[in-house]
């Protein structure tokens, strides 16, 4: 089973520059969340998706865009890097109508700005 | 204001013995869960175990126990029996407002001392 699988592991970015980090899974799950987790600190969520074509901020939406045009894939989008965005970035995937089923986590990007 | 506080950025524990993580949480949603999650330093995030607001009794999952304390609003991981491969980064979650955003805590760094 791939699970939820993150493209790519490692990336560096100059500063002004734009991607797209990957994000698919083949559970079926409606929901999906892209977190970043800085050095020593925990996850905090940038965005969330409840299924296609439904997505919310979280906590720390800015210099971020995402899109869910199907259930199996949310890109993450970054227009303009800068350094303050150099983090570990997670997706994660979780089934709907499941409280108790926990989040599957894709391994990370790690990204870094310079 | 703090979702999710752990106020323990670090604690040792001597292997074999027992280690309480604490854990509180804010909300108004009577309905909601709480995750811990383990992430080793390798960065994947391993899900240990989980309590759901309506649930009677602590949840349990092997050498893994939850004290829920629903007044007081927390919800500590305890740990039987440390071992070495216990030593990880260890983050209380909550899951709130109809299952969708989940929130992480900062999380505490565990070593077992052999």
């Known amino acids: 089973n791939a699970g939820v699988t993150q493209t790519p592991k490692f990336r560096i970015l100059k500063i002004g520059q734009s991607m797209t980090l990957q994000c698919t899974q083949d559970m079926n799950h409606n929901y999906m969340y892209w977190y970043r987790q800085d050095p020593g600190m925990g996850l905090k969520l940038i965005y969330y998706?409840?299924?296609?074509?439904?997505?919310d901020k979280g906590e720390v939406p800015n210099g971020y865009n995402v899109s869910r045009s199907t259930t199996e894939d949310f890109p993450l989008r970054l227009e303009l890097a800068a350094p303050s965005q150099t983090s570990v970035y997670f997706c994660?995937?979780?089934?709907?109508?499941?409280?108790?089923?926990?989040?599957?986590f894709g391994d990370g990007t790690r990204l870094s700005i310079l | 204001a703090q979702k999710i506080t752990q106020t323990q950025p670090g604690m040792f524990v001597q292997e074999k013995e027992a280690v309480t993580l604490d854990c509180t949480y804010d909300?108004?949603?009577?309905?909601?869960?709480l995750f811990w999650y383990k992430q080793p330093s390798s960065g994947e995030m391993i899900f240990l175990i989980y309590q759901g607001s309506y649930d009677q009794q602590n949840a349990t999952e092997g050498r893994y126990s939850l004290n829920f304390q629903k007044a007081r609003k927390s919800a500590n991981l305890v740990i039987s029996a440390s071992q070495l491969g216990d030593s990880a980064m260890y983050f209380c979650?909550?899951?709130?407002?109809?299952?969708?955003?989940?929130?992480f805590g900062t999380g505490t760094k565990l070593q077992v001392i052999p």
């Open positions: 979650a909550m899951r709130e407002g109809g299952y969708q955003k989940v929130t």
């Open positions: 994660a995937s979780s089934p709907q109508g499941a409280p108790g089923q926990p989040q599957h």
């Open positions: 998706s409840v299924g296609a074509g439904i997505t």
């Open positions: 909300t108004s949603d009577p309905s909601y869960g």
